[in-house]
Protein backbone atom coordinates (compact mmCIF):
# COMPACT_ATOMS: atom_id res chain seq x y z
CA UNK A 1 0.00 0.00 0.00
CA UNK A 2 0.96 3.46 -0.90
CA UNK A 3 2.73 5.74 2.14
CA UNK A 4 0.95 8.73 0.03
CA UNK A 5 -2.67 9.36 0.27
CA UNK A 6 -4.49 9.37 -3.18
CA UNK A 7 -5.04 13.06 -4.42
CA UNK A 8 -8.42 13.93 -4.86
CA UNK A 9 -10.42 17.36 -6.07
CA UNK A 10 -9.56 19.36 -2.22
CA UNK A 11 -6.10 20.28 -2.02
CA UNK A 12 -4.24 18.98 1.26
CA UNK A 13 -3.41 22.44 2.70
CA UNK A 14 -7.64 22.97 3.24
CA UNK A 15 -7.80 19.81 4.81
CA UNK A 16 -7.60 19.83 8.66
CA UNK A 17 -7.82 17.33 11.56
CA UNK A 18 -9.57 15.46 12.48
CA UNK A 19 -8.75 13.23 8.90
CA UNK A 20 -10.42 10.18 7.85
CA UNK A 21 -7.49 7.12 7.93
CA UNK A 22 -6.97 4.23 6.15
CA UNK A 23 -7.18 3.03 2.20
CA UNK A 24 -4.50 5.30 0.04
CA UNK A 25 -4.86 3.36 -3.41
CA UNK A 26 -7.05 5.04 -5.80
CA UNK A 27 -10.61 3.47 -6.48
CA UNK A 28 -11.14 1.47 -8.87
CA UNK A 29 -14.41 2.83 -10.60
CA UNK A 30 -16.70 5.58 -9.62
CA UNK A 31 -19.24 4.41 -7.19
CA UNK A 32 -22.99 5.13 -7.77
CA UNK A 33 -23.91 7.47 -5.05
CA UNK A 34 -21.08 10.01 -2.96
CA UNK A 35 -21.65 10.99 0.57
CA UNK A 36 -22.66 14.51 0.67
CA UNK A 37 -22.36 16.80 3.81
CA UNK A 38 -25.22 19.21 4.00
CA UNK A 39 -25.08 22.56 5.95
CA UNK A 40 -26.24 20.88 8.65
CA UNK A 41 -23.10 19.49 10.59
CA UNK A 42 -22.15 20.77 13.03
CA UNK A 43 -18.88 19.17 13.11
CA UNK A 44 -19.71 17.25 16.61
CA UNK A 45 -17.92 20.11 18.53
CA UNK A 46 -14.65 18.88 16.85
CA UNK A 47 -15.24 15.05 17.67
CA UNK A 48 -17.14 13.88 14.39
CA UNK A 49 -18.11 10.23 14.63
CA UNK A 50 -18.17 9.99 10.71
CA UNK A 51 -14.82 10.52 10.75
CA UNK A 52 -13.82 7.46 12.75
CA UNK A 53 -15.62 5.09 10.07
CA UNK A 54 -14.43 6.25 6.68
CA UNK A 55 -12.06 3.81 5.38
CA UNK A 56 -10.70 6.38 2.97
CA UNK A 57 -7.29 8.93 3.81
CA UNK A 58 -8.21 12.12 4.08
CA UNK A 59 -11.58 11.51 2.51
CA UNK A 60 -13.70 13.52 4.90
CA UNK A 61 -11.82 16.01 6.67
CA UNK A 62 -12.46 19.28 9.12
CA UNK A 63 -13.02 22.47 7.85
CA UNK A 64 -13.00 25.57 10.39
CA UNK A 65 -15.24 28.45 10.48
CA UNK A 66 -13.27 31.02 9.64
CA UNK A 67 -15.81 33.66 11.07
CA UNK A 68 -16.72 31.41 14.09
CA UNK A 69 -13.44 29.82 15.82
CA UNK A 70 -13.25 26.90 16.99
CA UNK A 71 -16.31 25.85 15.02
CA UNK A 72 -16.38 24.00 11.80
CA UNK A 73 -17.79 21.08 9.54
CA UNK A 74 -17.13 17.76 8.24
CA UNK A 75 -16.69 17.60 4.25
CA UNK A 76 -16.22 14.98 1.48
CA UNK A 77 -13.65 15.16 -0.71
CA UNK A 78 -15.97 13.33 -4.04
CA UNK A 79 -12.87 11.78 -5.86
CA UNK A 80 -11.71 9.75 -3.04
CA UNK A 81 -15.43 8.69 -1.90
CA UNK A 82 -16.00 5.30 -2.46
CA UNK A 83 -19.47 5.05 -1.89
CA UNK A 84 -19.16 2.73 1.07
CA UNK A 85 -22.12 4.68 3.27
CA UNK A 86 -19.94 3.80 6.30
CA UNK A 87 -20.34 7.29 7.67
CA UNK A 88 -24.47 6.83 7.79
CA UNK A 89 -24.28 3.70 8.70
CA UNK A 90 -22.95 4.03 12.61
CA UNK A 91 -23.07 5.99 15.26
CA UNK A 92 -20.74 7.04 18.00
CA UNK A 93 -19.76 4.25 20.22
CA UNK A 94 -22.04 3.57 23.01
CA UNK A 95 -24.95 5.76 20.84
CA UNK A 96 -28.56 4.30 19.80
CA UNK A 97 -28.09 6.61 16.92
CA UNK A 98 -28.32 5.31 12.90
CA UNK A 99 -26.11 7.86 11.15
CA UNK A 100 -25.04 11.47 11.90
CA UNK A 101 -27.07 12.69 14.72
CA UNK A 102 -27.77 15.33 12.89
CA UNK A 103 -28.78 14.01 9.48
CA UNK A 104 -25.92 16.14 7.61
CA UNK A 105 -24.70 13.29 5.22
CA UNK A 106 -26.57 12.23 2.69
CA UNK A 107 -25.69 9.42 -0.68
CA UNK A 108 -26.08 11.63 -3.64
CA UNK A 109 -25.70 9.94 -7.38
CA UNK A 110 -22.65 10.64 -8.51
CA UNK A 111 -23.73 12.67 -11.93
CA UNK A 112 -25.78 14.91 -9.61
CA UNK A 113 -22.27 15.31 -7.50
CA UNK A 114 -20.66 15.88 -10.68
CA UNK A 115 -23.02 18.45 -11.53
CA UNK A 116 -21.00 20.42 -9.07
CA UNK A 117 -17.48 19.25 -9.19
CA UNK A 118 -16.92 18.33 -13.02
CA UNK A 119 -16.57 15.05 -14.52
CA UNK A 120 -14.27 12.71 -12.52
CA UNK A 121 -12.32 10.40 -14.26
CA UNK A 122 -12.75 7.33 -12.19
Known sequence: MSTQPQPGLVPDELKHEPRSKGLTTARKKKPKELAVITECCTGCAGSPACVEY???????????????????????????????????????????LDGCPWDAIVMVDTPEVEKEVGVMPY
Do not use: A
Open 54 to 96: CPVEDCMFWVPDEDHPPFGRIQVDPLLCIGCKKCISKGPDGCF
